[in-house]
């Protein structure tokens, strides 16, 4: 059984538009993080959220952690083909020794 | 270059046989991680160290598998008896500090046969 369950697993959307993508557990989160991997190469870290209700931004992507640090989204404005990839959210558990990993959203932006 | 770097990218092998993979982390780093990710999913934890010593071995997949860092430094990956559900990608990963950021090799793709 997964911890972090993703929504949707996939999305094809137009370049332009704007999308949401959705992390969610029932198990609280010391952190999270969120990465984004290419085919064929390892994942890369985007940032980092730590305090509930806590929002960053990354140029067009903008990160919210949930306020009881269960769940958290990812909004991307204007996507652009660039952006085409698998969004991965990742959660630290007190205690814990490693990430949990959640079970991705694939992303294509079509020019 | 001083990123994760894994050997080899990619292992194609007959069921039955033992395959080894290897991580060099970045060099600072005390901690190694290794994940396996299956197609359509995220990275699965397997095993942790901090410097030489394995701090969590308990989700391996099963006494097939196997990690060792003898020196702290780079770290290693056996497989024996390998199945055809063994077929997965298997990521390295490398940090400061236990989940600050990981630093991700490209991984190394088997091919179970």
């Known amino acids: 059984t997964q911890l972090l369950e993703q929504s949707p697993q996939f999305l094809s959307i137009q370049e332009g538009e704007n999308l949401t993508v959705y992390c969610n557990s029932s198990?609280?989160?010391?952190?999270l993080q969120w990465y984004r991997q290419e085919p064929g190469e390892g994942p890369v870290l985007l940032v980092t959220v730590v305090t509930g209700g806590e929002v960053k931004k990354l140029k067009r992507l903008t990160f919210q952690f949930g306020d009881a640090r269960k769940d958290s989204s990812l909004h991307i404005t204007a996507a652009q083909p660039g952006d085409t990839g698998l969004y991965l959210c990742?959660?630290?558990?007190?205690?814990?020794?490693?990430?949990?990993f959640g079970t991705g959203t694939r992303l294509t932006v079509i020019p | 270059d001083t990123g994760v770097s894994q050997d080899p990218r990619h292992k194609i092998t007959k069921r039955g046989q033992n395959v080894t993979f290897r991580c060099d982390p970045i060099?600072?780093?005390?901690?190694l991680y290794w994940y396996r990710q299956t197609l359509g999913q995220g990275p699965e934890f397997l095993t942790y160290f901090q410097n030489e010593a394995q701090l969590e071995k308990s989700r391996l997949l099963s006494d097939r598998f196997s990690a060792e860092r003898p020196k702290g430094s780079f770290s290693t990956l056996e497989i024996q008896r390998t199945e055809q559900g063994d077929s997965a990608m298997y990521l390295c990963?490398?940090?400061?500090?236990?989940?600050?950021?990981?630093?991700f090799g490209s991984g190394t793709q088997l091919s179970v046969l």
């Open positions: 990963a490398s940090s400061f500090a236990t989940n600050e950021k990981l630093f």
């Open positions: 060099s600072e780093h005390n901690r």
């Open positions: 990742a959660g630290d558990q007190a205690g814990a020794n490693n990430l949990f």
């Open positions: 198990s609280v989160f010391s952190s």
